[in-house]
């Protein structure tokens, strides 16, 4: 069983900067896609950024290209979120997602919660 568990949201100004992991634990962490997804009080969960299990591909999206770098190490079994330029709409629970490349089986983080004040 896949255990993944967030780490890094707090409180931060507009224009700052956070850095959010997550630790992964329980199988082959290699053979599994990674990524983040957040969701804001009365909003539904959104697709933020995605990494391929080779570490080479990434996804992202519209709201935070060219602001966010999603990036990954294998031999720590982490996947990390930087997260630059920070809005006040960007505040939400960040929560870490894992899916086997095979059977696209997913797991999920408890999530970490990022508040950005203006």
């Known amino acids: 069983q896949v255990q993944l568990v967030e780490s890094g949201g707090g409180l931060v100004q507009a224009g700052g900067s956070l850095r959010l992991s997550c630790a992964a634990s329980g199988r082959t962490f290699s053979r599994y896609d990674m990524g983040w997804y957040r969701q804001a009080p009365g909003k539904e969960r959104e697709f933020v950024a995605s990494i391929r299990w080779g570490g080479v591909s990434t996804t992202y999206a519209d709201s935070v290209k060219g602001r966010f770098t999603v990036s990954r190490d294998n031999a720590k079994n982490t996947v990390y979120l930087q997260m630059n330029t920070l809005k006040p709409e960007d505040t939400a629970t960040y929560y870490c997602?894992?899916?086997?490349?095979?059977?696209?089986?997913?797991?999920w983080g408890q999530g970490t919660q990022v508040t950005v004040s203006s």
């Open positions: 997602f894992a899916e086997n490349v095979g059977t696209r089986e997913d797991h």
